[in-house]
């Protein structure tokens, strides 16, 4: 009875106050144990939002599009102006965003460019050409011992169409086909330039010849749509 009435008064002894604006950390319970004592701490961590500092998940929406737009904006301007190492530095940070935008901008150009009966038909043969043609191609280096990812090879092959798709807008407004055939012939070996600095070290060297040909056979399929609408 004793010792019960001395646990009693200890547990019930009042706490020293914490300093003024400090938070009082919170006392583990006695059956509590040691890593229930650390997932009490992380909470605390979370509620005060010290753990969600540099990372960008409580950060705007449109800071998040910014960014984004900006990485797409760099890719593109490496396509153009190719930059050796720094260029394959920069492709392999792949993302899809970049692709996936070309090719319905350029899917959309050439639907509306072809006759309305067939504009169904040019839309999904130009974006059934890009993705499957770009998995194709990705799978081959895969298959030939590259190096690379699945999604980071379709994403260089994606980005790589940019020229193909200023050349289609061109060719939208100046239909000549001396001109269209001049613009859209640059615009391929523009492509290939930019892809095949990139895809032709993701294999070994007895094998590049193997890897760069169905490369330089997609964009000739892309080229030859544009030419022909």
Known sequence: ??????????????????????????AAPPNETGSEAMSVHNNDDLMDGSVLEGTTLDEPVWDTVKRDLLHVARKLQFV????????????RNWDLWGPLFLCLFL???????????QSALIFSTIFVIIWAG?????????LLGGHASFFQSICVLGYCIFPLVLSAMLTAIFKALTF?????????FWSCKASLGFMSELVPASRRLLAVYPVVLFYMTLSWTILIQ
């Open 134 to 142: 770009a998995a194709v191609v990705t799978l081959n280096v895969k």
């Open 180 to 188: 269209k055939a001049i613009v859209i012939g640059g615009a391929f």
């Open 1 to 26: 009875i004793i010792m019960h009435a001395h646990r009693c008064a200890f547990l019930g002894r009042a706490l020293p106050a914490p300093p003024r604006g400090q938070r009082p950390a919170r």
């Open 80 to 91: 153009i102006i190719p930059r050796g190492r720094s260029m394959k530095e920069e492709l």
């Open 107 to 117: 899917a959309i150009l050439l639907s509306f460019s072809a006759p309305a009966s």
